[in-house]
């Protein structure tokens, strides 16, 4: 089992779905964007590499609640979830990795590493309205209230 999911895993048992697993999210989203704030102001190359691989990691630790929520929240659609989650992922991936040198080429790196604080800000803000207690209705269930409506 990864470390991050132990920890997850952990503090589920002991305070609940909503800490354990959104908590650790919005930590770990908000520790992201810590890191690269401060690693876009610091001077030195190596430590900028450290600070922003702090980053990284700190990103890692909040990725484990994304697939134990879809686990949580989508029962027996779970590998559909995942698996609209995981292609959104994807495409945020493809838009960043094209988006961050377009931004740095025209404003700076520095203005480039706030976006992605301000957007792990947002990420952060996001799992405050998750309620990985919530189980998303089955398809049948849903077209059934549909059609009584």
Same mark, same amino acid.
């Given at each position: 089992?990864?470390?991050?999911?132990a920890?997850?895993?952990?503090?589920?048992?002991?305070?609940g779905?909503?800490?354990?697993?959104?908590?650790?999210?919005?930590?770990?989203?908000?520790?992201?964007?810590?890191?690269?704030?401060?690693?876009?102001?610091?001077?030195?190359?190596r430590?900028?590499?450290?600070?922003?691989?702090?980053?990284?990691?700190?990103?890692?630790?909040?990725?484990?609640?994304?697939?134990?929520?879809? /686990?949580?929240?989508?029962s027996?659609?779970?590998?559909s979830?995942?698996?609209?989650?995981?292609?959104?992922?994807?495409?945020?991936?493809?838009?960043?990795a094209?988006?961050?040198?377009?931004? /740095? /080429?025209?404003?700076?790196?520095t203005?480039?590493?706030?976006?992605?604080?301000?957007?792990?800000?947002?990420?952060? /803000?996001a799992?405050?309205?998750?309620?990985?207690?919530?189980?998303?209705?089955?398809?049948?269930?849903?077209?059934q209230?549909?059609?009584?409506?």
């Amino acid at each position: 089992m990864p470390p991050t999911r132990a920890i997850s895993d952990k503090l589920t048992r002991l305070y609940g779905k909503r800490i354990g697993r959104a908590g650790i999210a919005v930590f770990g989203l908000l520790l992201t964007a810590v890191f690269l704030t401060f690693g876009s102001q610091v001077q030195s190359a190596r430590l900028a590499s450290v600070v922003l691989a702090g980053g990284a990691g700190a990103l890692y630790l909040s990725q484990s609640s994304f697939w134990s929520v879809t /686990a949580d929240i989508a029962s027996g659609s779970s590998g559909s979830v995942s698996g609209f989650m995981n292609m959104g992922n994807q495409f945020g991936g493809a838009l960043t990795a094209s988006l961050t040198p377009a931004i /740095a /080429a025209r404003f700076g790196w520095t203005t480039s590493f706030f976006v992605a604080a301000g957007l792990s800000l947002l990420g952060a /803000a996001a799992w405050l309205f998750v309620h990985p207690e919530r189980v998303l209705a089955p398809a049948a269930k849903l077209s059934q209230s549909l059609d009584k409506a």
